[in-house]
């Protein structure tokens, strides 16, 4: 996606002192561009002591990098590909993806509906089935996510596929979700190439917007953060601060320093939830049965598991492989030594699996040690961990707030909310400050910092956060 007629240092016009909460790829953005532009009154919070929020990376003791999650670098924005170029100039590894499911105990490749001929045949026949029938089909839109998959796919890959990784992923039934969030994220189906796979015998692995990308050679994910802020203003980026009350009518913000700051406009990556409870003189509440209903999230254990040895055969070359089955935990596990050597401590003699497990939020919590041994036993389950392969290191973190679940209802609280903190000056930008999972990778945060930005200073309409549609449509 071009930008056009971006100004540069001494071009924008400053709008009085501007503040941003959060350090991570939104904040990073508006900072970016807040800098860019030449803007002299601007600061940056960030409550840990290391910038990148939920695309930091960690070193463990073992010597062992992990991110939190799956994170890869793919984009709908020449901008956004441009500042990374120039802050990592080169240092990068490129992928191909390989995606895989596991499932009826055998690897499949990724999308499912374009790779069936893998499944039993009875399994076969069901989904091919059911395709031909949706084909056919002429309905009303969907209201759900789940009349979306049934419509979209049929009875057979709802069953064997995607209600049932849906549920995983989610920690909530589809039929919890709209489906204003679908667009490229989830592979429709072209039922020619179906056919043709299935009787050609072909494996098709080429779906996506993430069909190529690229990570960094050293440090994870979190290098590419750390990097963009060594460009900024170190003066200008407050760490180990954090935001403990907004008044939205004074325009001051009380820190976690005991200090007062005000602001004239204030750019929020927080998450949405937590911004309001900590926000006073909005000139009007939001109810608690709106925010539960419409700001819903789920919470994220990641487990990465440290190896001694070369990778097995069986998942060299593979990115990462998705889980449907229940039986087992984890709903993505990340053969993460393959996106560089240098995330494992000695490259060449060990290799590293990281996996994602979901859980509802809210819900009764479940130990540290029990999510860590059921990883393991499912990872020997899958043979993903063969039974000879040494352990040298297991890491694990919760995520509070790991995917924004895009309930029904949801844009009904987002727009109420969106025009509260908009008359007070307050732009809540990011993957959990805006809460639309369907704009929430990297490239879309940070971009909602900078387009953030673009609107205070130039005045311009922000693409990202108002018609996803749009961007995520824009061919790259």
Known sequence: MERQGVQTKGEAKQRGRIVILGGGPAGLGAAWRLHE????????FERESHVGGLASSYVDDHGFTWDLGGHVVFSHYDY?????????QGQWVEHVRQAWIWMRGRFIPYPLQNNIRHLPTQELMECLEGLLDARDRAEAPAATFADWI?????????????????RKVWAADPAELGTQ???????????KRVLRNVIEGRDDLGWGPNATFRFPLHGGTGRIWRAVAERLPAERLCLGVEAVEIDAQARTVRLSDGRVVSFDRLVTTMPLDGLLRRTSNLGSQ??????????????????????????????????????PEPELPFYRVTVFSNYSAHNVANPGRQ???????????GAAGVSRDSVVRGTLDGLRAAGLIPS???VTSVWHRRIEHGYPTPVVGRDVV?????????ERHILSRGRFGAWKYEVGNMDHSFMQGVEAVDRILLGRPETTVRFPDRVNSRPR
């Open 37 to 44: 532009a030449g803007c002299a009154d601007w600061v940056l």
């Open 80 to 88: 956004f590909d441009g500042v990374l170029d120039s802050v990592l």
């Open 150 to 166: 049934l419509r979209s796919f049929g009875p057979g890959l709802a069953r064997v596929f995607m209600t049932p990784y849906n």
């Open 181 to 191: 969030w679908v667009g490229d994220r989830v592979a429709t189906v072209d039922l």
């Open 286 to 323: 939001i109810s608690d049965l709106a925010l539960r209903d419409g700001l819903r999230c789920s919470c994220t254990h990641i487990v990465g598991v440290g190896l001694e040895g070369l990778v097995p055969e069986s998942l060299a070359g593979k990115c990462w492989v998705y889980f």
């Open 351 to 361: 290799w590293s699996l990281m996996a994602e497990v979901s859980e509802a939020r």
């Open 388 to 390: 000879h392969a040494a």
């Open 414 to 422: 987002l727009d109420e909310i969106e025009g509260l903190l908009s």
